[in-house]
Every structure is written in structure tokens, then in C-alpha cells.
């Protein structure tokens, strides 16, 4: 019930909009890396110093006017242009809303390309967040495009809830690929619903791409998915430079350090901007304790 509030919440345009007036608010700023370049190169020089790589996030999704999309590319080419410049031990993620997929396909993948093209210039890898059903096979279409065109820096990411999950994790075996139990309501004809059925077909598709797979990236919180990774790269000599572990900034930090320190490579997912408020509920609803940022927040006013 909870999740499918915040869920609706996320997706409601007019508060997504409204939210950008007003800079982080309701505990998002524990969660989000301030609301420009500056503020969140500062907090991935502090984890990279911690021994903790980064893909960053600069937010927004369900972008419906060109004029934004193109503004969501020229930020993200800031970032590379940061990451560059700085010497930062980090890469981009991105969501294909953001970048117009909702507009036009060509339009978005000459974006993306764009982007992917300097990116590679500079030896930066380029992730495309997955998001809802509806933009899965268009992100695959993305991704296998851009390879085919040449670039060898882009990936994507498999959703542990879908049923075809583990059929995808095989076809891009080849492919630097972030493993996720996945974030968003589907519907039972594709995606399972219970939480033990995503977890076993998370632990599935995680085996699978750590024996196959080029580069895994498992995205997770989850102690026992964590420590189940850990004994089953072990048992079967898989290099640890073969994996990371990934989480999300603000999320479970004496975690996050502590499997850095244990010499694990580690990521954090570092999103900042104005358009925080749709990736602030989302959380919510993955984790209704979270409220307890909000309730905080509020309340220490
Ligand atoms: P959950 O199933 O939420 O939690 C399992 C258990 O882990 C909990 O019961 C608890 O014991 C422990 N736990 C979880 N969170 C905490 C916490 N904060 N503190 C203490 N214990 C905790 N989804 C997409 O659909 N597309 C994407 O592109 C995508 N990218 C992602 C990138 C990253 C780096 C991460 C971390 C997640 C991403 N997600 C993405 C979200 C993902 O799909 C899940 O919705 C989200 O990670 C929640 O699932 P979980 O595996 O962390 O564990």
C-alpha cells in the first residue's frame, strides 16, 4: 500500500515540478548529493578518497519537451567534463527518459551517442539506468545500437523481478552489466511480485553473470545478497576484480566503507540536482523506514 503511494507519488508531474523551486527538502538531501556540480564532485572526492568509485546521477526522468532533454545532456556533459578534469575516480548513469526516449527514439539515441562519444574520449563508461517496462526493450535497442555503432563504454542493467531477467543476463553476457532487484510496479504478467521469488531469481542471474558475465556490478543493500556474493566468489575463484558491489549514497555508509576496506570494489551511486523529488520517493517506497529521514527532517526545523 505504502510502496504504491510513494510509487504514484514519484510519477506525479506537477510535484515533481514543484519540488525544483524549492532545493532539497524532506530529508532528501541525506540521500542526494546537492543540487549542482560543485557540491556533488565534493562528496565523490570524499568517497574516492575512501577507496569508493561513483557513478553519477544528474536527476530527472520523464522529460516530455526537447528543450529539456537537450539541457539534461548539456549537464551531463558537465559531468564528464568534471569527471575529466578532476581526475575523479567515477562514470555517468543516466535514465533515456531523461534524454527524450519519451519524445523521439532517433532523437534520444543521437543524445545518448553524444554523450557516450566524449564520454569515450575520455575513457568514461556510460550506464543506462533501467527504468519502467514500457522503456525496457527501447533501452536494449539503445545499448545494442550504440555497440554496434562501436562503443564499447555503455551498459545497462538487469531487473531481477522480470520473468525474462535471466534470459537478458545471458544475452549480454559480453557486456559490463549492473544487476538490481528492480525499483518499479509491474504487473504479474511480467514480473514476479513476491519478495522471496525476486530474491531467489537476484541470487540467479548474479551466479550466472559472475561465472559468464564480463563485469558485474550487483546493486544492492541487502546483507544476505551481499554475503551470499561473497562466499559464492570465493568457492569459485572468481577475481574480485570481476565484481563490485554497488549501493546508494547516504545508504548503509558503514556498510559501503567496510566492504571497501575489506578490498572489495565498491561503487556508490552518486545522484545530485533539481530533480530530486521523483528518486526521493522511489526510495520511500522501496524502504518505508526511510521515513524516518523525513519525520527527522521535519521536525529539526
Ligand atoms: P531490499 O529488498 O530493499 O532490502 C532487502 C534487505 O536489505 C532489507 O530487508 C534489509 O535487511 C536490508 N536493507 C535494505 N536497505 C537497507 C538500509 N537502507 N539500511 C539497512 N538495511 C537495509 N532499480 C531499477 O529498477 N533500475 C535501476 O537502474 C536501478 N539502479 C540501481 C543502482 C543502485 C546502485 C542501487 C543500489 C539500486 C538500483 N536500483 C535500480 C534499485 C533496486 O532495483 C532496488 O529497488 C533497491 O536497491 C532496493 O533493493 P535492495 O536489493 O537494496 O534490497
Redesign the pocket.
Same mark, same amino acid.
Given at each position: 500500500m505504502l510502496r504504491d503511494l510513494f510509487i504514484g507519488l514519484s510519477e506525479n508531474q506537477l510535484l515533481n515540478r514543484a519540488a525544483r523551486n524549492y532545493g532539497l527538502q524532506l530529508g532528501a538531501q541525506q540521500v542526494v548529493a546537492g543540487t549542482n556540480i560543485t557540491e556533488m564532485m565534493d562528496s565523490v572526492k570524499e568517497l574516492n578518497q575512501a577507496g569508493i568509485a561513483c %557513478?553519477i546521477d544528474n536527476l530527472g526522468e520523464f522529460v516530455y519537451d526537447k528543450s529539456e532533454a537537450i539541457r539534461a545532456k548539456e549537464q551531463i556533459l558537465a559531468v564528464v567534463k568534471a569527471i575529466h578534469e578532476q581526475q575523479a575516480d567515477a562514470h555517468i548513469?543516466l535514465?533515456p527518459s531523461q534524454l527524450g526516449l519519451d519524445i523521439d527514439y532517433e532523437f534520444c539515441r543521437e543524445q545518448i551517442k553524444e554523450i557516450a562519444e566524449k564520454a569515450s574520449r575520455d575513457d568514461i563508461f556510460v550506464?543506462l539506468?533501467?527504468?519502467?517496462y514500457p522503456r525496457l526493450e527501447p533501452t536494449f535497442r539503445l545499448v545494442n545500437e550504440l555497440s554496434e555503432e562501436g562503443y564499447t563504454n555503455i551498459g %545497462? +542493467?538487469i531487473? &531481477? !523481478?522480470f520473468h525474462r531477467a535471466l534470459k537478458d543476463t545471458r544475452a549480454y553476457r559480453d557486456m559490463r552489466m *549492473?544487476l +538490481?532487484?528492480? &525499483? !518499479?510496479k509491474e504487473s504479474p504478467a511480467v514480473a514476479y511480485q513476491k519478495?522471496q521469488e #525476486?530474491?531467489e531469481n $537476484?541470487i540467479r542471474i548474479i551466479e550466472w553473470h559472475l561465472l559468464h558475465g564480463k563485469f558485474t556490478?550487483i546493486? %544492492?543493500?541487502?546483507? *544476505? #545478497?551481499i554475503d551470499h556474493v561473497k562466499r559464492f566468489a570465493a568457492e569459485h575463484d572468481i577475481e574480485r576484480d570481476q565484481f563490485e558491489f554497488?549501493? /546508494?549514497y547516504g $545508504? *548503509?555508509k558503514d /556498510?559501503q566503507l567496510a566492504l571497501a576496506k575489506e578490498g572489495y570494489r565498491f561503487? %556508490? !551511486?552518486v545522484p545530485f540536482g533539481e530533480d530530486w523529488y521523483g528518486y526521493f520517493m *522511489?526510495r520511500l517506497a522501496?524502504?518505508p523506514?526511510?521515513m524516518n529521514l523525513m519525520v527527522k527532517q521535519v521536525f529539526n526545523k
Open positions: %557513478t548513469s535514465k550506464n539506468d533501467m527504468e519502467n %545497462t +542493467v531487473q &531481477a !523481478y *549492473r +538490481v532487484k528492480g &525499483a !518499479y519478495k #525476486i530474491d $537476484f556490478s546493486a %544492492t543493500h541487502d546483507d *544476505r #545478497i554497488q549501493m /546508494l $545508504f *548503509r /556498510l561503487c %556508490t !551511486y *522511489r522501496e524502504r523506514q526511510n
